[in-house]
């Protein structure tokens, strides 16, 4: 072999591997899209990597994702939406309630996109029904709105007297309809008065607990809303400055001091996104895909709060509960 032959055949075999490389697809990338902000948040992306390892995915390994938080401020969304399609992400999981769902929905119909919202998906207008969402949308609904009524029923359970229940509500929060619609329901069927008290910011939280504790409620359960998981130090401070027994939506809340809570295993929702998420990645069309419902739910109790505020709960309650925090 001629030496200038031997060259051109040794620099051809060298450059094939990196010719290879170059045609290698390029690792997918998935946008991850919060209303809310990080802080308190890492168990939930946590959990939702773990639902995308079930199929085979690992951040950093075969899969890039790009996060972007709102910190509450739902009008930043669309910009953030509009943001992760121009990036050309592969799919958006668009988290944290129906309004980072919304956003994503608004700024794309071709890239698929799942969701985790605590309201009805169908009457949010993101599926058409949960069997067949059709479209480029899919997800998990938490059911909130559902478990008004089990909520007012344990709070009465630890009520020392019959009295009226302070309800809490952010009439700015995504699914505050739905709620102001359930919860009065809810607590009709079994007798039991509310008084709601509004707040949208954090002052609104000081003013909503004077004017709580002006009208001596009996205990206090706090309407499932983002913003609201955000404030959870101050609230469950106040509550337990007033001596309040009180109801929230996730355990966060009862690690944070609060008395007690009952909801969706947040956590398990996030799993199941990604999981999901990965089927996607993997082929399958998110329009026949059905929205999961939460299956996982928490009764979780705070039994320091409870002797601080001479709370003795019954033993079929304790027997009952998911976890119990001494």
């Known amino acids: 072999m001629r030496r200038r032959e031997f060259i051109t055949l040794l620099g051809g075999a060298t450059a094939w591997p990196l010719a290879a490389r ?49 910190e509450n401020q739902y ?44 309201s009805d998906p169908v009457e949010a207008g993101l599926v ?28 009465r359970e630890v009520m020392a007297q019959p009295g009226t229940i302070a309800v809490l509500m952010n009439p700015q929060g995504p699914d505050a309809h739905r709620q102001s619609r359930e919860l009065p329901s809810a607590a009709q069927a079994i007798g039991q008065s509310l008084q709601v008290v509004n707040a949208s910011t954090g002052s609104e939280i000081d003013t909503a607990f004077a004017a709580i504790s002006r009208a001596h409620a009996g205990a206090l359960l706090v309407a499932a809303d983002p913003f609201f998981n955000d404030q ?60 999961l419902q939460a299956i996982k739910f928490e009764f979780v109790i705070n039994l320091k709060t409870a002797k601080v505020l001479g709370i003795e709960f019954h033993p079929q309650l304790l027997a009952i509960a998911d976890e119990v925090i001494e």
């Open 22 to 70: 170059a045609q290698q697809p390029a690792m997918p990338v998935i946008g991850f899209l919060n209303n809310q902000g990080l802080a308190g948040r890492l168990y939930q992306v946590e959990a939702f990597r773990n639902g995308l390892s079930e199929l085979g995915y690992s951040e950093g390994r075969n899969v890039t994702i790009e996060y972007r938080w709102a």
């Open 232 to 291: 959870r130090e101050r609230i469950v401070t106040l509550a337990a400055q007033l001596g309040l027994p009180a109801i929230y939506e996730s355990r966060a809340f009862v690690a944070s001091g609060g008395l007690m809570s009952y909801g969706a295993s947040i956590a398990d929702a996030y799993r199941q996104a990604g999981v999901y998420v990965g089927r996607i990645l993997k082929g399958e069309k998110p329009a026949e895909l059905p929205v």
């Open 128 to 155: 058409a029904s949960l069997n067949r969402p059709g479209g480029n949308m899919t997800g998990v609904s938490f059911l909130t709105d559902a478990l008004a009524a089990k909520r007012v029923g344990l709070l």
């Open 75 to 118: 009008d930043r969304l669309p910009a953030l939406a509009t943001d992760l399609v121009r990036r050309g992400v592969t799919v958006i999981a668009a988290t944290g309630g129906a309004a980072a769902a919304h956003a994503a929905k608004a700024a794309t119909s071709n890239i698929p996109i799942v969701f985790t919202a605590g």
